[in-house]
């Protein structure tokens, strides 16, 4: 019983049915990847991660975390421009450690963009219906929250909306979802910046004191908070199978997605914490917040639609990177085959699109998942950690393997980004680990169960 049998370089990636349409570029994977990392993170996490865990020293907060994503975006970088294959992370490990690792990391992949995207929708819920509400419409009690007996709530409706929503976008190919998602994309960004520029004139020094109320334990904490706003721009290497020129066009848009997306968060943290004193932003709207408290509340409805824009296209890429990611696993033979299914006209997986979708609008929609947004960042730590040291593997198994862009100072920069991603995964709460070993065991069944034996690499 081979557990680490991996997956050979010149394997066949596709076969008659399972070939993705190849129609995105640099631009494109760019706004995917802020799209898919300008949204809770910017519109709601800084505020509780100020008051809570690292007060005006948010930022840096943003900017650790910011270098640990650095780090592994270098990486994901030489992965995907070296293997341009879908599924991203469990692809790499596939190649470099072996099929077992390999279902570890995609299971745990299928946690953080599933519970990301129902996390996110849920808040999206939230700020349509305040939105709503400032044109005098209300939504029934019943309608309007998860299942909650004592709060009278029953369904979620807006969160299962917007999800169906999306995934019928989803099915009508890539092409159509990137215009979408870049419309989104500027949008949003013109409203962060629309607050940035804005907030500056009543900006207070002296709510920058003290800097570092909770210490440099609270700004560690804080980045283990706030990593959750970078997840994102990892789900572009699953689009890999789906650019013109991988080699190319992905480190183009995970590097320089991810520079945006720091800039912003650093500019939004510096002007947020100057406006309002950092004990007072342990609210659900703190963007929002910040400019009803200098009075300038017509802008504050301008952000809300802003943060809607935000949620909408962080939806979009969690959405597009599960179904992508079943789509390979499933390929493999570690799934159901009919999940990697392409449909012959939009010439994407749409049994896979709808599955998720649907049985994310039902989590989102029936169960509470605020509780659960730290299992999102875990899952995605473990990914970080694993294709970093991935990096140093492949370097030692395949040497001479054509490789689009390659981490310098190899095995310097794998390892410390490895390091990097450890410190803050051991910053989140007990829970949250037990959450995420009680979802990697189910993975195992799952795989001792069905993934070993339908394995492709048992007809090789």
């Not at 970078?230 to 995970?254: H, S």
């Amino acid at each position: 019983m081979d557990l680490f049998r991996k997956k050979a370089l010149n394997i066949p990636t596709s076969s008659e049915g399972t070939q993705l349409n190849k129609t995105l570029g640099a631009l494109d994977l760019t706004m995917l990847g802020v799209g898919a990392t300008i949204g809770t993170g910017i519109f709601v996490m800084t505020g509780v991660a100020a008051a809570e865990h690292a007060g005006p020293g948010l930022i840096i907060s943003f900017l650790l975390a910011a270098f640990a994503c650095v780090l592994s975006a270098l990486c994901y970088s030489e992965f995907a421009s070296t293997i341009p294959v879908s599924g991203s992370a469990y692809a790499y490990s596939y190649v470099a450690f072996g099929e077992l690792l390999a279902w570890i990391l995609g299971w745990d992949l299928v946690l953080e963009y599933g519970v990301a995207a129902a996390a996110v929708s849920s808040g999206w819920s939230g700020y349509f219906q305040g939105l709503l509400e400032g044109f005098g419409i209300h939504l029934p009690t019943a309608l309007s929250g998860a299942y909650n007996p004592e709060a009278g709530t029953i369904i979620n409706l807006p969160a299962v909306i917007i999800i169906l929503l999306i995934s019928y976008l989803l099915t009508r190919g890539t092409k159509e979802t990137a215009r979408f998602n870049a419309i989104m994309v500027f949008i949003k960004i013109a409203v962060v910046l629309l607050f940035i520029v804005t907030g500056f004139f009543y900006v207070k020094p002296e709510n920058w004191t003290p800097f570092l109320p909770f210490g440099y334990h609270g700004v560690i904490n804080g980045a283990a908070t706030v990593f959750f706003a970078y997840i994102g721009f990892d789900a572009l290497a699953t689009a890999a199978e789906e650019v013109k020129r991988p080699q190319r066009d992905l480190p183009i848009g995970i590097i320089s997605s991810l520079a945006i997306c720091t800039v912003l968060y650093v500019l939004v943290s510096l002007v947020l914490t100057g406006i309002v004193p950092y004990t007072d932003l342990n609210v659900s709207d703190p963007v929002s917040y910040a400019l009803r408290f200098v009075n300038q509340n017509m802008i504050a409805g301008l952000i809300s639609v802003g943060a809607i824009a935000g949620m909408t296209t962080v939806l979009l890429v969690m959405l597009f990177g599960q179904t992508r990611l079943l789509f390979a696993i499933s390929r493999d033979g570690l799934l159901p085959i009919s999940l990697s299914k392409i449909n012959a006209k939009t010439q994407v997986p749409v049994r896979s699109t709808w599955m998720v979708g649907i049985l994310i609008a039902v989590l989102t929609g029936f169960i509470p998942l605020d509780r659960l947004a730290n299992l999102t960042s875990i899952g995605t730590l473990f990914a970080f950690f694993v294709v970093s040291l991935g990096v140093i593997a492949l370097r030692y198994i395949h040497p001479d393997l054509k490789r689009g862009f390659r981490v310098p100072w190899v095995p310097f920069i794998p390892l410390l980004s490895a390091a990097t991603c450890g410190i803050l995964m051991y910053n989140l709460g007990s829970e949250t680990w037990i959450g995420f070993l009680i979802w990697t065991v189910v993975g195992l069944l799952i795989y001792a169960l069905y993934g070993y034996r339908n394995s492709n690499l048992n007809h090789k």
